[in-house]
């Protein structure tokens, strides 16, 4: 059965949290944030006034084309805050006037050259689950009309090196549709962002996307060994190679271009067997701060923990794994060749010397074997959470989440600063009662990748200009204490004001005049990374 999309939120329609887990959601914060326990509810897309298109597809390019405004809505944004607040409202502000969905390389040549020829601008689309931007056709005045180009149709597993241990895959796979294709040959891509059963291997590409391995190869940099990339001017294909010398890396020039040079068709990326044994656990701090020092300690141990995340206090708490007076951290190892109780026994030792306190004993077990505990309750929780937020939103909660990387000497001051800044800013906007926590996503030897989420009662009718000063206030607050405006995110259309003030000058030109060589008329993605060219 083919799963219908939710136009407006996470995931497939009637995925989301049941009613009695909502009204229990509602209980539970009514108090704390005044909630009254309605739930909005989004509008049948079909019943928008979405205004007609502007702009008609020529023949042959015809039965790729709809109009229909379900469509349309659904290609209209992407997944964060923001967006849902807006669908919820039935906001459709920038809908595409199309949406084209080719099924081979030649259809998406001859749908880049009308778009070309016609003024047209045309964003790609993968699954959608953009948070920052990326995906919305706001693209400015100096176009005859936008379309969505969505890549959905190019989902195939084409070629398995399974002497070199690579693939050659289609740029529009869905996660869970890309590891089905690997999994006869015993073989994984094993990158598993939040965004996995929404998210593709293109946009990954694009975006620069961070997977669940908290140490390591985790970014898809580390695992694209080749690509293919269809600009308006022409084809760009890679040569495929484990490294090379030879001058600046024509892959990473597209690796987080984010659509604006031309659209990634297949990638040969780097797969590997399936993991066989597993090691692990959990641990609890008194504070966050002294988990922080474990963790680095762990980083810069050359262990490489395959999971290593840290949650604070309150965090732990809303996501069932503590009662909110520690920190937990959760560490896990795996291996395709070999058990690995001897790294999870020298990690428990380390953080142990760092004053944490076990679960139970970490030992080892078959990967096939059922997992349980505190590790199992938050991989549980990760992937709910996205529902989880749109429930919150419908019931009146402003949600949102802020990321970066920063190096561990800046690192406490970032916590404090961007901690200060949030709840200084939701005080400004009436949401004082919110609440701040944040955790560790990823870690590297020289610095850890803070996730800050917030959750305050918004004013039904504002939740936009609430969350435009709070997201203001961070994403200033993360530049000023030495972070990135974006560690795996993307930057889009929500970020670039503070891209522009992260990005050296000099290579902004560059990139501008990179995209005048591959993309001449400025057509692609426009507003993104760039102001539009046109």
């Known amino acids: 059965m083919v799963q219908r999309r939710s136009w407006w939120g ?7 949290l049941t009613d009695a887990e909502t009204d229990g959601l509602a209980a539970l914060l009514g108090e704390q944030f005044g909630l009254d326990g309605h739930r909005q509810q989004a509008p049948d897309p079909q019943t928008l006034a979405l205004p007609p298109p502007r702009v008609a597809v020529p023949g042959p390019l015809a039965a790729l084309a709809s ?63 953009s948070v920052v931007g990326g995906v919305e056709p706001d693209v400015g ?16 597993l084409l070629e398995l090196d399974e002497v070199s241990l690579s693939a050659r895959v289609q740029a529009g796979v869905l996660g869970p549709a890309l590891e089905a294709q690997l999994r006869p040959s015993g073989l994984t891509l094993r990158h598993y962002p939040q965004s996995f059963e ?33 600009t308006p001017a022409g084809l760009v294909e890679t040569r495929r190679l484990p490294g090379s010398g030879a001058g600046p890396s ?76 520690q920190a937990v951290l959760l560490v896990g190892f795996e291996s395709a060749d070999h058990p690995v109780d001897a790294w999870a026994a020298r990690a428990s030792e380390l953080v142990a010397d760092h004053g944490g306190r076990l679960d139970e004993p970490w030992s080892g077990r078959r990967a096939d074997e059922p997992s349980s505990g505190t590790g199992a309750g938050w991989r549980s929780a990760f992937v709910r959470a996205p ?14 989440t802020f990321e970066t990387a920063v190096t561990w000497d800046r690192w406490p001051e970032l916590h404090r600063a961007v901690g200060e800044a949030v709840r200084s800013a939701l005080a400004d906007v ?14 590297y030897p020289d610095g850890p990748a803070p996730y800050f989420t917030v959750l305050a009662p918004a004013r039904r009718g504002a939740e936009l200009q609430q969350w435009a000063t709070v997201k203001a206030a961070a994403s200033d607050a993360l530049l000023a204490a030495g972070g990135t405006i974006t560690h795996h995110h993307a930057v889009g259309r929500d970020h670039r004001p503070w891209y522009e003030r992260q990005c050296p000058a000099l290579f902004a030109e560059a990139l501008r005049a990179v995209k005048g060589t591959l993309d001449p008329a400025g057509i692609m993605n426009p507003g993104v990374l760039l102001d539009p060219t046109r």
């Not at 946009?203 to 080749?226: C, E, M, S, Y």
């Not at 009436?430 to 990823?442: D, K, L, M, N, P």
């Open 67 to 129: 109009d229909d405004p379900g469509d349309r809505a659904a290609h209209s944004m992407g997944k964060s805050y923001r967006d849902v607040v807006r669908g919820l409202r039935g906001e459709v502000e920038h809908p595409p006037d199309l949406v084209l969905r080719p099924a081979t390389e030649a259809e998406l040549v001859a749908v880049l050259d009308w778009c070309a020829s016609a003024g047209i601008a045309a964003v790609p689309y993968g699954g959608g689950s």
């Open 250 to 325: 024509p892959d990473r020039l597209f690796i987080g271009s984010e659509g604006i040079l031309g659209v990634v068709t297949e990638a040969w990326v780097r797969v590997r067997p399936r993991p066989s044994w597993r090691a692990g656990g959990a641990c609890r701090f008194a504070t966050f701060e002294e988990g922080a020092g474990a963790v680095r300690a762990l980083a810069q141990s050359g262990l490489m923990p395959s999971n290593c995340r840290l949650v604070d206090p309150v965090e732990s708490l809303v996501n069932g794994i503590g009662d909110g007076t």
């Open 387 to 400: 529902y989880l937020r749109d429930a919150l939103v419908q019931l009146g909660v402003l949600c949102e």
């Open 430 to 443: 009436g949401a004082g009662a919110g609440i701040v926590t944040c955790r560790f996503t990823h870690v």
């Open 141 to 156: 005045d100096g176009f005859s009309g936008v379309v969505s180009v969505d890549l959905g149709r190019l989902d195939r």
């Open 198 to 230: 929404w998210s593709t291997l293109g946009g990954w590409v694009v975006t620069r996307a961070g997977g669940h391995f908290a140490t390591g190869p985790t970014h898809i940099d580390d695992l694209v060994q080749a690509l293919r990339v269809v």
């Open 10 to 16: 996470w995931g497939a329609e009637g995925a989301g």
